[in-house]
């Protein structure tokens, strides 16, 4: 939970610099501008409220959205490294690799029978 909590509060720094620096993001960086990084930003602050909630409350469905959240951001993240970003920087692989651990730790602990009582 302290996990998917800290990706929350990242994703909502990311809306507070899109909205209070957006005249410094539009000058250096156009494209997509800031209201992307809002946009995105947003999504994924109330989503991983969301499954925060839903961990707390101990709903039947919090480990798929555990999951389901953490597969989206993983491939959200890829493509915008992929699509967005101008250069790929060297250290990619080593990036890949840390991405493949976490979604494994996740689905494990998300999908293991021992742990539905937390959930």
Do not use: C, H
Request: aromatic share 16%; no cysteine; charged share 10%.
């Amino acid at each position: 939970m302290l996990a998917v909590l800290t990706t929350a509060a990242w994703n909502i720094l990311r809306v507070w610099s899109s909205v209070e620096l957006a005249g410094a993001l539009r000058k250096y960086i156009s494209w997509p501008g800031p209201w992307y990084i809002g946009l995105t930003g947003a999504v994924f602050a109330i989503g991983g409220f969301a499954v925060t909630w839903a961990i707390w409350r101990r709903k039947p469905w919090a480990p798929k959205a555990l999951l389901g959240g953490a597969i989206a951001y993983a491939g959200w993240s890829w493509l915008d490294r992929l699509l967005i970003q101008p250069v790929l920087d060297t250290g990619w692989q080593f990036s890949l690799l840390m991405t493949t651990v976490l979604l494994a730790f996740i689905a494990l602990v998300a999908l293991d029978p021992r742990n539905r009582y937390y959930f």
